[in-house]
Nanobody
Framework: QVQLVESGGGLVQAGGSLRLSCAAS????????MGWFRQAPGMEREFVGA????????GYADSVKGRFTVSRNNAVNTMWLQMNSLKPEDTAVYYC?????????????????????WGQGTQVTISS
């Protein structure tokens, strides 16, 4: 069955770094764009960043551009989110998600509804 398992969350001070991982199984990883979303208490789940199936394209929310980097390795069915210069407002549950794509590599989607599979999430807490 399809599984997306996030790991790497935790508590860090503002200005610090974290690296989240998303391990995928049960589907053809290389045919899917992969994305990161986050949800803070009382807020909507929001797009953070994503990467196309062949890693030729990435996209980021304005709030994380220049601080976060999405990467993937199709040989090991894993995606990562490197988060630097963390701020208290980055505190949220972070989810990875997979969106099936067809044809040539293209920019990954940013809308939640375009993603087929979701992980259970990992908590990231940034202290001030």
């Amino acid at each position: 069955q399809v599984q997306l398992v996030e790991s790497g969350g935790g508590l860090v001070q503002a200005g610090g770094s974290l690296r989240l991982s998303c391990a995928a199984s049960g589907f053809t990883f290389s045919s899917y764009a992969m994305g990161w979303f986050r949800q803070a208490p009382g807020m909507e789940r929001e797009f953070v960043g994503a990467i196309s199936p062949s890693a030729g394209f990435t996209g980021y929310a304005d709030s994380v551009k220049g601080r976060f980097t999405v990467s993937r390795n199709n040989a090991v069915n894993t995606m990562w989110l490197q988060m630097n210069s963390l701020k208290p407002e980055d505190t949220a549950v972070y989810y990875c998600a997979a969106a099936q794509r067809y044809g040539a590599d293209s920019p990954p989607p940013e809308g939640r509804h375009e993603y087929n599979y979701w992980g259970q999430g990992t908590q990231v807490t940034i202290s001030s």
